[in-house]
């Protein structure tokens, strides 16, 4: 049975929470490095970036840092770090005590989706819990040193996820990406080397300086050590979060834990790791592990962990349809490109689902995904091109069908 | 200095400079809008993105230092064609507006689409997505947000430059707009220069539009008449009428910018100009004026020459030499009663006068109020309308011989007893001396309106008539005279120019 008080700090305590934190104060930060070093943890936040590696990109000689938090969880099948927010927020508390420590950082940055109610609630009052306790503070955890968290509330931009958008937002800027280099390590929020984690990566760490690189390497594969939450959502029987080590097949996930897809229907495609993650085919998607290196070799990604399960009766052009107009609406504008193509793209798709498309809009559908790809300041172009690729490229057969004039040519110019 | 390829060719350039830049001291030309060398780089437009050996993605120029062993390459197969595709993209919702829209034959799509682009649409015309039109952004400025390619060079401008928060790209996507912020206006004394800079028509300025078409103007550099800082700008004419002013990039005096006050500063040229000479008797024929005002000047029994600090250093120079020549017994005295202004931090100097420096190294300053209570029997007035700036002088005045060599009818002139027209700095040849004594010529871009002439060609005349000897050949002799005789002024400042201006 769930504790009901799970978030709170007399739970947490009670489960063990800021012990880790404790022996990592007590520690040399660069220690702290080299266990997460060499722990061989990746980012959850979809790239999978080692984390360890991330904090040895900081300048040696540097007069300010900042850890941020990127708890802005939008990507549409993704609902991991929310589940941390709402029912643990102690132990992300503690995990950013543990970076914070390592990357000698005072103030550190909680950036949390504006649609999050529940979760901001819960992640406010734990972090007033923390400071009361003295874990946060001017001598946070009896270290000596400030640790300081603020919390500042998104408003709505899917974009203000990716890192720079979120370090422009935080200063009080247009949410949109920057250019890199220079690189958030050197040059980041307020002009100061910074560090962004994404919270299900730092909830990690307690594990890790408790229990040792070892221990945590003993879990998951070899390149993806540990566990992995992963959001199931769609047509499965018992949508939710699931925490799996690295490496369990992935039908596994679906027909065991989640109960199987709904109705005892049988799966089409999935999702594998958030919207912008190609498609899987069943076929595909039963044949992968949960890790990184396995859905990679597929050509897709495990993302963010969201997997959306698709069943026999879903129609893919409909699926993209939904997917392409969440990319136009979340496009932040500022490269030609995405800005142009984004709209363009999810006029064609609606247009084709709407039995209106030709066969010459189905073409321009696949080159302007081509168009939009690697042009941009920030990946959002990709993460919009790779989804219209691969439904295209593997259900084109129920794109075709929908084609005005895939019998009689009636077509427009 | 820094060793790089371009194109197949080792080139090496001073360290620190991007692509753009670096390409341009080769004569290579890497297309771009979003980047402008006054503002700093964002690299959104993807115009420029060229390919980089070792760089899998081509990488944008105006965002990339030069570096030591990079090779790059602006013409790859690669990079034509991400620029077509752009060029696609920025055209997909641009409007079919060239016919109606200002900047037709000096806009970026219309040269780039030509360039890189000639791909054949796409796109249904119903299909674009429609904008607001005709955004009144402010007193000189309207925003057709249809052709606007969000590039965000006005929004950069108005931070970067004027230093205020007015414009803003408000909305993400294919809604993204360039606006005012809420309650705000575009206001800001420079805020003209956001129509120079716009690549395309989406900013065009509320004095110029619909007025003529760019392919008709004819264009001079010159100098700006507004104050004493001497920002460089083009002249452009229609049919003899200055159309409008727009910056000259000039890296030692103005960069790219002029402020609103010079660039409206052109409507006296074109309005109330004086065509004929006219005196008491009615209009008199430019030999009949020079003898008139020779017969006036003999006959008082005292004479002050008024010189000004609007006037060329040639002409000014002019004016001392006769009264050497003709006029010993007169009194030369310059100055200038035109309200300073408040100056600011970019370009605007309190002195609205562009030459008093130059007034000051020639020897005209003095003490012009002292010298006009002084009582002389005649004051002759060169290019100052002392009337104008100060009506109180109407008093000292009353009852002198007053001759006004002017090329308005300003209040001065309407007051002479003979008013002899002059031509403006738009129609001669001359040079003016800035604040910190740096001289630059201005170039005529107009004919002489009406009988007006040169002002060192009126006091020839004068001179002629008084039986005295002043004679220059041509314009050029009287320069080189001018420059011999007061080496203070220096020599001609050159206007180096500013960076990749391509558009």
Redesign the interface.
């Known amino acids: 049975m769930v504790n009901p008080d799970s978030h709170a700090l007399v739970s947490a305590r009670a489960a063990g929470a800021y012990r880790a934190s404790a022996k990592a104060l007590a520690e040399e930060p660069e220690e702290i490095v080299r266990l997460v070093k060499d722990s061989g943890l990746r980012g959850r936040g979809g790239a999978g970036f080692p984390t360890g590696l991330k904090w040895t990109f900081l300048p040696k000689n540097r007069d300010a840092t900042y850890l941020c938090v990127n708890a802005d969880e939008s990507e549409p099948g993704t609902f991991k770090d929310r589940l941390i927010l709402e029912k643990d927020p102690h132990l992300l508390i503690e995990g950013i005590v543990i970076a914070c420590h390592a990357i000698r950082c005072a103030h550190a940055y909680l950036y949390i989706r504006g649609e999050f109610c529940l979760p901001y609630e819960r992640i406010r009052a734990a972090a007033a819990e923390a400071y009361a306790a003295g874990l946060l503070g001017p001598n946070a955890g009896g270290s000596g040193q400030p640790i300081d968290l603020t919390i500042h509330r998104g408003a709505g931009?899917y974009?203000c996820g990716e890192e720079t958008a979120l370090l422009n937002s935080i200063e009080g800027k247009?949410g949109q990406p920057r250019?890199k280099p220079p690189f958030p390590t050197n040059v980041g929020l307020f002009g100061k080397p910074t560090v962004i984690n994404n919270v299900e990566t730092l909830a990690n760490l307690p594990f890790i300086v408790e229990n040792g690189p070892d221990a945590y390497r003993a879990i998951g594969t070899e390149k993806s050590p540990g566990t992995r939450l992963m959001s199931v959502s769609g047509h499965i029987e018992k949508p939710g979060v699931y925490e799996v080590a690295h490496g369990v097949p992935m039908r596994g996930l679906i027909e065991d834990l989640a109960g199987g897809v709904r109705g005892g229907r049988k799966l089409k495609a999935l999702i594998p790791g958030g919207s912008s993650t190609p498609v899987l085919t069943a076929e595909e998607a039963y044949a992968v592990n949960v890790d990184f290196e396995s859905v990679q070799a597929t050509g897709s990604m495990l993302g963010s962990g969201g997997c959306i399960v698709m069943d026999e009766t879903t129609d893919m052009v409909w699926a993209l349809d939904k997917l392409a107009h969440f990319y136009?609406?979340?496009?932040?504008?500022?490269?030609?490109?995405?800005?142009?193509?984004?709209?363009?793209i999810a006029?064609i798709v609606q247009k084709i689902a709407a039995g209106n498309g030709t066969r010459k809009d189905l073409e321009?559908l696949e080159s302007l995904a081509a168009?939009i790809v690697?042009?941009?300041?920030c990946v959002f172009s990709d993460a919009l091109a790779m989804p219209v690729v691969s439904h295209v490229t593997k259900f084109r057969a129920e794109f075709e069908a929908h084609l005005a004039d895939r019998a009689s040519s009636s077509a427009a110019p | 200095m820094a060793k790089f390829t371009l194109n197949g060719v080792e080139r090496e350039v001073p360290d620190g400079i991007n692509l753009i830049e670096a390409a341009l001291l080769f004569g290579v030309r890497i297309p771009h809008y979003c980047y402008h060398p006054g503002l700093s780089p964002e690299g959104n437009c993807r115009m420029c993105a060229v390919e980089i050996e070792g760089i899998p993605k081509l990488q944008t120029a105006c965002t990339t230092l030069v570096a030591d062993g990079m090779v790059v390459h602006t013409e790859s197969e690669k990079v034509i064609r991400e620029r077509t595709e752009v060029m696609e993209f920025l055209l997909r919702n641009h409007p079919i507006d060239c016919p109606i829209c200002d900047q037709a034959g000096e806009c970026g799509l219309q040269k780039y689409y030509m360039e890189h682009g000639l791909h054949d649409s796409r796109v249904a015309v119903e299909e674009k997505i429609l904008k607001r039109k005709r955004v009144d952004l402010g007193p000189l400025v309207v925003l057709d947000s249809e052709r606007c390619i969000l590039c965000s060079r006005c929004v950069r401008f108005c931070d970067e430059i004027a230093g205020v928060r007015e414009l803003v790209l408000a909305n993400r996507g294919g809604r993204s707009e360039i606006t005012t912020f809420p309650g705000r206006t575009l206001e800001n004394p420079y805020s003209g220069n956001v129509i120079d800079i716009c690549p395309v028509g989406a900013l065009t300025s509320k004095d110029f539009r619909f007025k003529v078409r760019v392919w008709f103007l004819k264009t001079a550099g010159s100098i700006c008449p507004g104050c004493e800082r001497g920002c460089n700008i083009y002249i452009e004419q229609y049919q003899n009428e200055v159309q409008r002013i727009r910056p000259r990039a000039n890296l030692d005096v103005n960069r790219w910018w002029i402020c609103d006050d010079g660039r409206l500063d052109y409507k006296w040229i074109n309005r109330d100009r004086l065509l004929r000479a006219e005196g008491e008797a009615g209009a008199h024929s430019p030999e009949r004026a020079d003898e008139e005002a020779a017969r006036i000047l003999r006959e008082a029994g005292s004479v002050l020459l008024v010189a000004s600090p609007r006037s060329s250093n040639e002409n000014l120079f002019a004016l001392k030499r006769f009264r050497d020549a003709a006029l010993p017994r007169a009194a030369l005295v310059g100055g200038s009663f035109r309200k300073p202004w408040e100056g600011d931090r970019i370009l605007k100097r309190p002195d609205r006068n562009p030459n008093r420096k130059g007034m000051e190294i020639l020897g005209l300053s003095g003490d012009l109020e002292g010298a006009l209570r002084k009582a002389p029997d005649c004051v002759l007035v060169v290019e100052n309308d002392l009337l104008g700036d100060r009506p109180d002088l109407a008093d000292l005045l009353r009852g002198k011989k007053l001759i006004a060599l002017a090329s308005n009818r300003d209040a001065t002139a309407e007051k002479a007893a003979l008013r002899i027209p002059v031509c403006t700095y738009a129609e001669t040849e001359g040079s003016w001396t800035n604040f910190e004594g740096r001289t630059q010529a201005f170039h005529p871009v107009l004919k002489a309106v009406g009988e007006s002439r040169p002002v060192f060609r009126v006091l020839e005349g004068i001179a002629r008539a008084l039986g005295a000897s002043l004679e220059w050949s041509d314009f050029g002799a009287l320069r080189e005279e001018t420059f011999q005789a007061a080496p203070a002024l220096g020599s001609l400042s050159p206007s180096p120019g500013g960076g990749a201006h391509a558009l």
Request: glycine share 14%; with cysteine.
């Open positions: 931009a974009i247009k250019m136009a609406h979340e496009s932040c504008g500022q490269c030609t490109p995405c800005r142009e193509g984004s709209g363009w006029e321009k168009q690697g042009n941009t300041i």
